[in-house]
């Protein structure tokens, strides 16, 4: 990584990192403060693309899906079809999808991004779609393969209450995924709601 690559936020960070350090050093005095040139360096191993990274960036391409959705326990799912087009962005930090089909009968679209955050050693993701307002936020990590990531997030539902949700992408191979959407009210048993299976465009 370039050092002139460094967002705007990460050097707002180290800057703020730099002002706080003395203060820390002082509550805790058994910790030996780190010096300018280690925190730049260490910024910078945090701020380069590693092996995560590299994964989610080899799914870079056009992939078409089909898409199950559970609306009631027992009852078959609705299907219906869509297109996704994956792109690296970022200088390969993230992946950003953007996906056209429908939910419920309805039309839709949607853009995602997915990241691996060196720092905390967690994936990160954000969602936001034609059929709301606020950008749906999961975090989680991946199985020791690297091919099982399990995301798990959360939101609020209108006239109160909590809804959790986990996600399993399963990235099964560079033509083939296949996404689980699982949900529960809070106090009720986790059931599952969706299922997109993601084919490559050859």
Known sequence: MHFLSFTVTTVTTLCVALMISPVLAKEKKHEKPMDEKAMMEMWQKLATPGEPHKQLASLAGSWTTTTKEWMEPGKPPMESSGTVEMKSVLDGRFLQQEFTGSMMGQPYSG?????????????????????????????????????????????????????THRAVWKLVDQNSQIFEMYGAHKGEKEMKGMEIVYTRRQ
Do not use: C
């Open 111 to 163: 853009i995602g991004t997915t990241g691996y955050d060196n720092l905390r050693k967690k994936y990160v993701s954000t969602w936001m779609d034609s059929m709301g307002t606020g950008i749906f936020l999961m975090e989680g990590t991946a199985s020791a393969d690297g091919k099982t990531i399990t995301l798990k997030g959360g939101h609020d539902e209108p006239g109160g209450g909590h809804m």
